[in-house]
């Protein structure tokens, strides 16, 4: 972990004022935590892919009003034993939700590079926000539950704010909470699409959090790759702050 001086170097070049981070799979390990959760109420994780594309479907019915939160995840669930040929009442599908949200708060965690990262982050002094495509409140819960919310001065859900990455709006009303414009703030996710360039075409400094490592091809220009939040202050210090002095 780059720690140490370089802080400052953030501060005189003033073109870097503030920092967004995405949540999950970026902070928490989410996907691990689903995955068990989803294999504690089927049986295995094989569906895995049936239940991100289902869940995303009903996230994207959620944002356009189609659906209520308190309702969204019954109706998924029953979506999904659906698409695997099995009808469930609402009863058992509430009760095979809750299992699932049972066994998925207790795998909640956070990677190893977090806690240090935020801490490096906070002691630049930049102010920090926290933008998820999160669907609801959960959200809010389980950043406070893993000992995050200290570190942000803005959290802003998807399902609470109406828009979801990579719309520009959410990334704004995030800049706007922060007092700081857009071209000076840094965006940081795991989702290329919906973080990095996201966040670039809204005219932020979008980073993918690239955790599976290299990946063929060449990456989108104005995009800025790190495998891990240790390489974030470096990338922070020496790159971005830079490139615009
Ligand atoms: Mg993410």
Known sequence: MTTASPTFTLKRTGEIRAISLDVDDTLVDYSTSSRAALASM???????????????????????????????RNIRTRAFFAALGEDLDQAEATRREMRRQEVLADGWSLFPDVVPCLEWLRATGLPIAAVSNASGRHQRVKIAALGLAEYFDTVLIAGEVGAAKPDRMIFDTACSDLGVPLTETVHVGDRLHADAIGARDAGMRGVWLNRQGPREGTMPAGISTISTLAELPELLVCELSTAHA
Not at 49 to 67: M, P
């Open 42 to 72: 089927v049986g295995n994780a094989d569906a895995w892919t049936l239940w991100q594309r289902i869940t995303d479907d009903h996230c994207t019915r959620l944002l356009a009003g189609e659906l209520q939160y308190e309702t969204m």
